[in-house]
């Protein structure tokens, strides 16, 4: 099992609520889309296609693409420094954030906000990742709520340090 210092798990809170209130802004804003729910999305796409609706198909995968670019890119970003990688991502996703918050007052941009909030989104997964792989997930909960009904059972069994409470907080490690 994997280790996370207290802060890890606060800086993990953290972002997993500020993605939460991001996707619930979406969700609300762009009329029933998601921003960092991309499974979401996926069956909105399934959907699309079901009903002949190219835009709803397109809606979605533009959501979707913007989420994995957001992703790559805070990847590569993480590649490229040496130091200070977690806060060089969270800057870069608060930034996007901030573009996002601006094309909303900014005419003619307010389509991009969909799109750029998933960006920032998907850049946040690559805050905690060890050894090429994401250690802790800040936007998708089905593997949290697996591994938390998992180790609250082990738990409840007497198994030792099963780190069921730290994955209620902070997803599967």
């Known amino acids: 099992m994997q280790r996370h210092t ?3 798990i606060l800086l993990a809170s953290g972002l997993a609520w500020t993605a939460g209130y ?3 802004i979406g969700f609300l804003h762009l009329g029933g889309w998601f921003v960092s729910f991309m499974t979401g999305n996926s069956t909105r796409a399934g ?3 079901a009903n002949a609706s190219l835009t709803g198909f397109l809606q979605a995968f533009g959501l979707i693409a913007a989420f994995f670019l957001g992703v790559a890119g805070a990847s590569v970003l993480r590649r490229l420094l040496s130091r200070h990688r977690r806060p060089a ?7 996007v954030l901030t573009a996002a918050l601006l094309s909303t007052a900014t005419p003619g941009t307010e389509g991009m906000l969909g799109p750029l909030l998933a960006l920032s ?3 946040l997964n690559a805050v905690f990742e060890r050894e090429g792989e994401v250690s802790i997930g800040i936007t998708y909960m089905t593997g949290t709520l697996v591994k938390l009904g998992q180790r609250a059972v082990a ?3 007497g198994e030792k340090d099963t780190g069921w409470g730290a994955t209620c907080c902070c997803g599967p490690p």
């Open 121 to 123: 989104m998907g850049s």
């Open 155 to 157: 738990a409840l069994f």
């Open 89 to 95: 991502i969270c800057l870069a996703s608060a930034a």
């Open 47 to 49: 959907a699309a296609v």
């Open 6 to 8: 207290r802060s890890e």
């Open 22 to 24: 991001a996707d619930a």
